[in-house]
Nanobody
Framework: QVQLVESGGGLVQAGGSLRLSCATS????????MGWFRQAPGKEREFVAS????????DCADSVKGRFTISRDNAKNTVALQMNSLKPEDTAVYYC?????????????????WGQGTRVTVSS
């Protein structure tokens, strides 16, 4: 069982920045593709960003392109989501997810493990 723990959420004004972090104790973390998803109030969960096992390939949703950056540190078993120029529409619970595959994926079905989520609120 892989446990994922997100941190770094909070309240920020529009235009501000937050850095989310996801930590895991999984010994095989470096083999997993990792992703960030979010779920806004009253909406379905959606893809935000993903990164492959080495960090050499990343992908992100069009809605966050140019503002959010995903990265990972395999030595520390962590993956991060740097969020800049935040907008009120970025308000959501953000989830970290780990795939059993080593690529970067957009589909929720590709991810086997999920964290509990961290809440991000962007005020206007």
């Amino acid at each position: 069982q892989v446990q994922l723990v997100e941190s770094g959420g909070g309240l920020v004004q529009a235009g501000g920045s937050l850095r989310l972090s996801c930590a895991t104790s999984a010994r095989t973390f470096s083999r997993y593709g990792m992703g960030w998803f979010r779920q806004a109030p009253g909406k379905e969960r959606e893809f935000v960003a993903s990164i492959n096992w080495s960090g050499g390939s990343t992908d992100c949703a069009d809605s966050v392109k140019g503002r959010f950056t995903i990265s990972r540190d395999n030595a520390k078993n962590t993956v991060a989501l740097q969020m800049n120029s935040l907008k009120p529409e970025d308000t959501a619970v953000y989830y970290c997810a780990a795939s059993l595959g080593n690529s970067n994926y957009r589909k929720e079905s590709e991810y086997a493990y999920w964290g509990q989520g961290t809440r991000v609120t962007v005020s206007s």
